[in-house]
């Protein structure tokens, strides 16, 4: 059974940074491409960050690029969000997923399995 596992998240002043983790469980991670979303309070879920399952390719969304890190341990099963600079405007629930292992993309509907999420609190 596929299993994604989010950690990582808290409170954190505006200017900080937090560093997110997703492990999964019961499959070749390694096969698939794994995406970061987020959800704030009363928006929808949003794409934030993408690595292929190789590690080789990235994306971001506009608003995180220069801030935001995406990285993989397939050795671990392993993903890492690396947050820095945040701004009060990212405080969400941050969600990892994962999909066939095609190209990167944001829309929500492409991923296959989800994680449960992890609050990231940016205060002011």
């Known amino acids: 059974q596929v299993q994604l596992v989010e950690s990582g998240g808290g409170l954190v002043q505006a200017g900080g940074s937090l560093r997110l983790s997703c492990a999964a469980s019961g499959h070749t991670f390694s096969r698939y491409t794994i995406g970061w979303f987020r959800q704030a309070p009363g928006k929808e879920r949003e794409f934030v960050a993408g690595i292929s399952w190789s590690g080789g390719v990235t994306n971001y969304a506009d608003s995180v690029k220069g801030r935001f890190a995406i990285s993989r341990d397939n050795a671990k099963n392993t993903v890492h969000l690396q947050m820095n600079s945040l701004t009060t405007e990212e405080t969400a629930v941050y969600y990892c997923?994962?999909?066939?292992?095609?190209?990167?993309?944001?829309?929500?509907?492409?991923?296959?399995?989800w994680g449960q999420g992890t609050p990231g609190n940016v205060s002011s």
């Open positions: 997923a994962e999909r066939a292992p095609l190209n990167i993309v944001v829309a929500t509907t492409a991923y296959d399995y």
